[in-house]
């Protein structure tokens, strides 16, 4: 009897610890925070990429938490996570201790980011000053206009050997984006990965800026960073080029560390 019972817990103990192996070879790679905008005229967007993201992190074996403004940001949050998405979320409305935070979460090596399409309206809004740190990690670059009647356009990519850029052809085409115009080109002071062909807007436009970089990382920083201007329609993850790059940009910021 003494036997039987003892093969019993021998039993019921192999399986628990073969389910505790099972869960340890599943354990999240990196987590991820995502600050993303719950409204307004970017909430399709949103709610398009999250569920993306959400199947992008059950795929590949990380943890996603999202939140909707930057009052909770704080160093001790942030090193938290091994990447910050900056969903469609301007640099402004920050309070001091989040951009502290943000500031030496980019200068410590520790974790990496990901901005897309709002995080460049840099300028006076709402009643905010511009933030000068966030302008110049940018490169330098200050909002002053955009295409609000939205343009197709060619993208090209400059750095063929970029680990973001795999996989990408060398142009494709976004459709119905706006297309920041800048007070300059950041391109002196990042390097950039892809610009937009202004000669091929559909319709065309007079909003032009020249040299039109819309995809960059600024070097530095000791925290990996990409930022990618295209981001206002859902339509875009219909868009294969697009979310590879989307993709890439995620795993080549979190692969540093």
């Given at each position: 009897m003494?036997?039987?019972?003892?093969?019993?817990?021998?039993?019921?103990?192999?399986?628990?610890?073969?389910e505790?192996?099972?869960?340890?070879?599943?354990?999240?790679?990196?987590?991820?925070?995502?600050?993303?905008?719950n409204?307004?005229?970017?909430?399709?967007?949103?709610?398009?990429?999250?569920?993306?993201?959400?199947?992008?992190?059950?795929?590949?074996?990380?943890?996603i938490?999202?939140?909707?403004?930057?009052?909770?940001?704080?160093?001790?949050?942030?090193?938290?996570?091994?990447?910050?998405?900056?969903?469609d979320?301007?640099?402004?409305?920050?309070?001091?201790?989040?951009?502290?935070?943000?500031?030496?979460?980019?200068n410590?090596?520790?974790?990496g980011?990901?901005?897309?399409?709002?995080?460049?309206?840099?300028?006076?809004?709402?009643?905010?000053?511009?933030?000068?740190?966030?302008s110049?990690?940018?490169?330098?670059?200050?909002?002053?206009?955009?295409?609000?009647?939205?343009?197709?356009?060619?993208?090209?990519?400059?750095?063929?050997l970029?680990p973001?850029?795999?996989?990408?052809?060398?142009?494709?085409?976004?459709q119905?984006?706006?297309?920041?115009?800048?007070d300059?080109?950041?391109r002196?002071?990042?390097?950039?990965?892809a610009?937009?062909?202004?000669?091929?807007?559909?319709?065309?436009?007079?909003?032009?800026?020249?040299?039109?970089?819309?995809?960059?990382?600024?070097?530095?920083f000791?925290?990996?960073?990409?930022?990618?201007?295209?981001?206002?329609?859902?339509?875009?993850?219909?868009?294969?080029?697009?979310?590879?790059?989307?993709?890439?940009?995620?795993?080549?910021?979190?692969?540093?560390?």
């Open positions: 003494k036997n039987s019972i003892l093969a019993i817990i021998l039993l019921i103990t192999s399986f628990f610890l073969q505790n192996c099972f869960g340890q070879g599943k354990k999240s790679k990196f987590k991820a925070l995502v600050l993303y905008e409204g307004g005229h970017h909430l399709p967007f949103t709610l398009a990429a999250k569920p993306w993201l959400n199947k992008l992190a059950i795929d590949s074996s990380f943890t938490d999202y939140i909707e403004n930057t009052q909770t940001i704080n160093e001790a949050l942030l090193k938290q996570y091994k990447v910050f998405i900056q969903l979320y301007p640099p402004y409305t920050w309070s001091e201790e989040s951009m502290q935070a943000f500031q030496k979460y980019m410590s090596g520790k974790g980011w990901v901005g897309l399409h709002h995080a460049t309206l840099l300028g006076e809004f709402d009643g905010y000053p511009m933030w000068q740190w966030f110049d990690f940018m490169g330098g670059i200050k909002f002053v206009n955009y295409i609000p009647t939205f343009a197709d356009a060619k993208v090209k990519i400059e750095d063929k970029h973001v850029l795999k996989g990408i052809p060398s142009n494709f085409l976004i119905k984006e706006e297309w920041y115009i800048y300059k080109s950041p002196a002071n990042v390097h950039v990965l610009s937009v062909d202004e000669s091929t807007y559909v319709p065309n436009s007079q909003i032009k800026m020249g040299d039109h970089p819309v995809v960059w990382t600024n070097d530095h000791a925290s990996r960073n990409v930022y990618i201007f295209m981001g206002h329609s859902p339509e875009l993850f219909n868009n294969e080029a697009y979310k590879t790059l989307l993709r890439n940009s995620i795993f080549w910021v979190t692969s540093k560390n």
